[in-house]
Every structure is written in C-alpha cells, then in structure tokens.
C-alpha cells in the first residue's frame, strides 16, 4: 500500500514529516510512503505577521486542498498550528507523543531575559510571546520576526536582535538545541497551545488511513493538548488573540494553566484549574471560565 503524505516545505516540517514517516515504517513494514512537499500562503508572506494575514490556518489550507483532490492521503502538521475547529471534512486520528513543549529564549550575548539591557530588540511575531515578555520587562523594543528557524537565527546572528524567542522543540528537532539560552517554562511563562505535539491530518471518512495512522497516537499527550486546545476554543482564540495554555498531568488528575494578555501593554490575566484526565474538555471550558471572570474579556 502506497501513503502520500503533504508537508509544508521548511526545514522543520520536512523533519516532522520524514519522522512520522519513519515511525509509520516501523510499524507497517509493508507500508510504501510518499513525501507530497507543498508551499502555504503563511510560508510565503514573510512581511507581515500571521495575525495580519488571516492566522495559523494558512498552514493548512493547501495540504488540505492536496487531500480533497486525491492528490495525498494525509498531512503532517505542528499541532500548535492546527486551527481549534477543523474543517468538517478532516480527522486527527493521530497525535504523537510531545516533545518539550517551553519556549527558548536565544541569544548570543545574553543569558535569559532578566539579563538583557534596558531597551534590548527581542524578535518574535507571536502576540502571545509578545504579551508574556511585556509583562516581565515594558522596557524592550518587541520586534516581528517571521521565517522558518533557519532563517531566523541568520537574522539573529546577523545582528538584527539582541535575542529571539522561538520553540525549544523546533530547535532540538533540527539540531539547534545549543542555542537555547534559557527554557521559558510553565507555569510562570506559558507556552502556545498544542506547543511540541506534531498531528498527522486525514480526510473524514478513509478508515484505512485512519487505522494506519491511529498507532502514532499518544493517549496521553491526546489529553494534555484537547485540555489546551478546548481552553482557546472556549475563548474564541486564534493568533490574532494572545492566548496561552499548559496540561499536565499529575497523580491521575489534569491541571491546566492558562493565560490572556495584551501584547501592546502586557496587561496578563492568568487561571488555573484540576480536574478528571477523562474529560478535558470540561477542564478546558472550566479554565476559560475563570479567565474570562478575572478580567479576561476585556483582552479579546
């Protein structure tokens, strides 16, 4: 049996697709898989931030599209990247197991962000990374900065940032992991919802991609992220909206933090709750709850 599999073109999507490639080999010796590289509308605009341009969805849209056209049975995805509600016509059947889900501060002169001097330029186009660092320090100039990883630590290097703040997964992913200067972890400084799981993307319906594809799934890590991934769509959130969120779990329990800022004036709005491992969607509701009692609303 013959897989093709879409996948964006950057250096980190093409990692995450050849590893779920290899990981599907494993475990269907017979399986033959076909790699069906793509380019999206989020990775050729690099002038504007993704807020600016219509959001994370732009990621998906065309692999999407190769799918609907019989040109590819599945698609791999960051999941941190994959809309709140998929389009009716597509299924998750499997989400690996999570890599380190913190951010990295990256710098060559600097050690974290406390460290940096008054009016430091920091690159990072994520308004939820935006809001965090506004909050710890209303002094540094936040500038966008967009491209695959690659790109941007050039741009760092080159001297256009004093420090950028990027995913830890993708950077141990491709290698980089040197570069991490500091991990920005949770609870205090909350990652991107999904952040460090990678979802692999059927049509609705293909029972035999789906059966193929559900023995990468991660029970656990399944969990964790719809508690996420449930908080933000209780929100209404997107990436125009900095919303940030965090599942764990402990001892049998979930415990989800969550947080809204304000990128503009670092204005944070934070929640925590615990519930059953069994139903995180009720968790994910009952934080959002809390959020929007604090004050949360006024931010979205």
């Known amino acids: 049996m013959l897989l093709r599999i ?14 779920v490639a290899a990981r599907l080999r494993a475990a269907h010796p017979d ?3 076909e790699l069906v590289p793509l380019s999206t509308r989020g990775d050729e605009v690099l002038d504007r931030s993704l807020s600016a341009i219509g959001g994370k969805g732009l990621f998906l849209k065309e692999l999407e599209e190769a799918m609907q056209r019989g040109h590819a049975d599945c698609a ?29 501060f990256v710098s060559n002169g600097y050690t974290g962000i406390d460290a940096l ?8 186009s994520s308004l ?6 506004r909050a710890r320090r209303a002094d540094l100039q936040l500038l966008d900065l967009r491209g695959n990883v690659n790109t941007r630590l050039a741009k760092l290097d080159a001297g256009d940032y004093d420090a950028i703040v990027l995913a830890c997964a993708g950077l141990q992913r491709l290698g980089f992991e040197a570069r991490i200067r500091a991990r920005l972890d949770a609870p205090d400084w909350l990652p991107a919802p999904a952040q460090g799981a990678i979802a692999v993307e059927c049509r609705e319906g293909d029972d035999a991609t789906h059966v193929l594809l559900s023995v990468l799934d991660d029970a656990a890590t399944r969990t964790c992220v719809e508690a996420e991934r449930a908080l933000n769509r209780a929100l209404d959130g997107s990436c125009q909206v ?7 779990l402990q001892a049998g329990q979930l415990r989800l933090h969550g947080l809204v800022g304000d990128a503009g004036d ?3 709005v934070r929640a ?4 059953d491992q069994g139903d995180p969607e009720a968790l994910g509701r009952r934080v959002a709850g809390l959020l929007l009692e604090d004050g949360a609303g006024a931010l979205l």
């Not at 879409?6 to 590893?19: D, I």
């Not at 900095?242 to 764990?248: G, K, L, T």
């Not at 925590?272 to 519930?275: A, C, L, S």
């Open 6 to 19: 879409a996948t964006r073109k950057s250096p980190l999507a093409l990692w995450q697709t050849e590893h």
């Open 242 to 248: 900095p919303i940030a969120a965090f599942a764990a």
């Open 266 to 268: 670092g204005r944070i």
């Open 128 to 133: 939820r990374r935006q809001a965090q660092l």
């Open 76 to 104: 791999v995805h960051s999941l941190k990247d994959v809309p709140m509600a998929l389009e009716p016509d597509f299924a998750l059947p499997a989400i690996l197991a999570r890599a380190d889900h913190a951010d990295a």
């Open 117 to 124: 001097p008054p009016g430091a330029r920091v690159g990072t």
């Open 272 to 275: 925590d709750g615990q519930g």
């Open 31 to 33: 399986l033959a898989i």
